[in-house]
Nanobody, 126 residues
Framework: QLQLVESGGGLVQPGGSLRLSCAAS????????IGWFRQAPGKEREGVSC??????VFVGAVKGRFTLSRDRTKNTVTLQMSNLKVDDTAVYFC?????????????????????WGQGTQVTVSS
């Protein structure tokens, strides 16, 4: 069974950078769509970005500051976050959905994602 574990969260100042990793065990991620979501206190969970099994990246709530990439040799997906803002403070989750060879993905809904990690806390504060 596929299991996902996020890591790399922590405390960072506004304008700083942070790199989050989504590591998989139990299965390969090559044929999965991987999405990143976040949930701030008192708010609904929202989609950040996703990457297809073919490597195409699509953005959701954040545009231009976050970069998503795959490392197929390590069986991980990385979310590189730059120019962080206070409003980026949230628990960040990675999720996976079985979508082999699909060229597109979306984070407008969580329904396409069947497997979820426990989340990692990102706090942006001065």
């Amino acid at each position: 069974q596929l299991q996902l574990v996020e890591s790399g969260g922590g405390l960072v100042q506004p304008g700083g950078s942070l790199r989050l990793s989504c590591a998989a065990s139990g299965s390969r991620l090559d044929n999965y769509t991987i999405g990143w979501f976040r949930q701030a206190p008192g708010k609904e969970r929202e989609g950040v970005s996703c990457i297809t099994s073919t490597g195409n990246v699509f953005v959701g709530a954040v545009k231009g500051r976050f970069t998503l990439s795959r490392d197929r040799t390590k069986n991980t997906v990385t979310l590189q976050m730059s120019n962080l803002k206070v409003d980026d403070t949230a628990v960040y989750f990675c999720a996976a959905g079985w979508r082999p060879s699909l060229p597109i993905c979306s984070v407008r809904s969580r329904k396409d994602y069947n497997y979820w990690g426990q989340g990692t806390q990102v706090t942006v504060s001065s």
